[in-house]
């Protein structure tokens, strides 16, 4: 039956789904979830997997010329780039709170990466 189900789910691209409901027939629970529980796993599950394919998708259209992250930004002190205010624009607050940001530098400082760092975090 089970093996059954995870076919389906695969043959309906449910692929969240798929993960979610063989790692829980994998992995035993102390505690036994309800059948509202289990639905709401499986469908968030599904939900995170869909967003996530649809950054990648985007991220793979935009072809940036680096492939930048918030972890390998050089936070050097030459550069004076401020950590904490970095990891404070990352939640995006600025743009609930309608404010912009500007990034301004000498030519090659690397306010390309910069931007195309603002642009993963907030997808």
């Known amino acids: 039956m089970n093996t059954e189900t ?18 829980s027939l994998q992995t035993p629970r102390p505690e036994s979830l309800t059948v509202d529980e289990m639905i709401a ?16 998708r985007s991220m793979k ?18 550069r004076g780039i401020d950590k904490n205010q970095i990891h404070r624009f990352a939640d995006g607050s600025f743009i609930k709170q309608n404010e912009n940001i500007l990034i301004t530098g000498s030519t090659g400082t690397g306010k390309v990466t910069w931007h195309q760092h603002l642009v993963i975090m907030l997808a």
């Open 6 to 23: 995870l076919e389906k789910m695969k043959k309906m691209r449910l692929l969240g789904m798929h993960r979610a409901f063989q790692t």
């Open 41 to 56: 796993q499986l469908i968030n599950s599904e939900w995170d997997d869909r967003h996530n394919r649809s950054i990648d």
């Open 61 to 78: 259209r935009a072809r940036f010329r680096y492939n930048a992250t918030l972890e390998n930004l050089d936070y050097a002190p030459g």
